[in-house]
């Protein structure tokens, strides 16, 4: 294939231009994974499975300290009742609402003892819901700031896509059809369509051509298209390339 050489030299700018948007398109796949984003989430996720238990236990405890407080309010009732009917009972009636009044009044300590136990066993429970909630409060608000800036980033590098995306469609336009051609073509195989041939290193690949390769490249013509032997791009040659 023939190409002037200028026309040659234009393929480095759309491979530079490539390497950008190939560049961008990966750091704005990393944003979007986000792994520290997924460590916050999983930390939240846990911490939300722990305040659950936690909020559980408190309405558990909750629940028993109600029964036990409408227990101790019924007890104290008949406590009331019995003193009530003890005033005017005979003398065989009021062993028995004695009895009865000396059990209910075991029953009420009792029942109050299991309060204090369950309240204590609240105030823990509490305390941990509390100490959760701040401390899921903190994940979620590192990780919605984290949000926010990655989100400002990933916005920056779809602005910059677009713009070496434009830049890249002006400039190949320059280019003829076959030679562009021939540049998509080899990119898509190899991964470089143009590299540079600069004191008689290929720049795509980074290797130094063989002195045989060299005497090769020197006996093409200005306007023939030379492929790099190592990484198969157009081998575009310049003042630099040391021939």
């Known amino acids: 294939m023939k190409a002037a050489p200028e026309d040659q030299v234009i393929l480095l ?9 190939t560049r961008i398109a990966h750091r704005i796949s990393s944003l979007q994974k986000g792994d520290r984003l997924t460590e916050l989430g999983k930390t939240a996720s846990s911490l939300r499975s722990e305040l659950a238990a936690a909020t559980g236990d408190v309405e558990d405890s909750e629940r028993d300290l109600a029964r036990l407080e409408s227990d101790t309010s019924t007890a104290q009732a008949r406590v009331e009742r019995d003193t009530t009917m003890l005033q005017h009972a005979n003398a065989k009636d009021s062993a028995g609402l004695q009895n009865e009044l000396d059990s209910l009044q075991r029953r009420i300590g009792d029942l ?4 204090l136990e369950i309240m204590e066993r609240l105030d823990v429970y509490r305390a941990r819901v509390g100490d959760v ?12 700031g984290l949000v926010a800036e990655r989100d400002t980033e990933i916005q920056r590098l779809e602005n910059d896509r677009a713009a070496a995306t434009q830049s890249r469609a002006d400039i190949a336009a320059k280019v003829p059809e076959d030679l562009l051609a ?4 080899q990119r898509a195989r190899y991964g ?3 590299s540079l041939l600069q004191g008689g290193v290929s720049t795509a690949s980074g290797v130094t051509l063989t002195g045989a390769d060299l005497q090769a490249v020197r006996r093409a013509a200005p306007d023939d298209v030379v492929l790099c032997p190592d990484s198969e791009a157009v081998l575009v040659r310049t003042k630099e390339s040391g021939l």
Request: aromatic share 6%; net charge negative.
């Open 192 to 194: 470089f369509g143009a």
């Open 182 to 185: 021939l540049y998509e073509r």
């Open 133 to 144: 909630e701040a401390r899921l409060a903190d994940v979620e608000a590192a990780r919605a």
């Open 112 to 115: 109050e003892t299991s309060e």
């Open 13 to 21: 700018d759309v491979q530079r231009l490539d390497n950008d948007i």
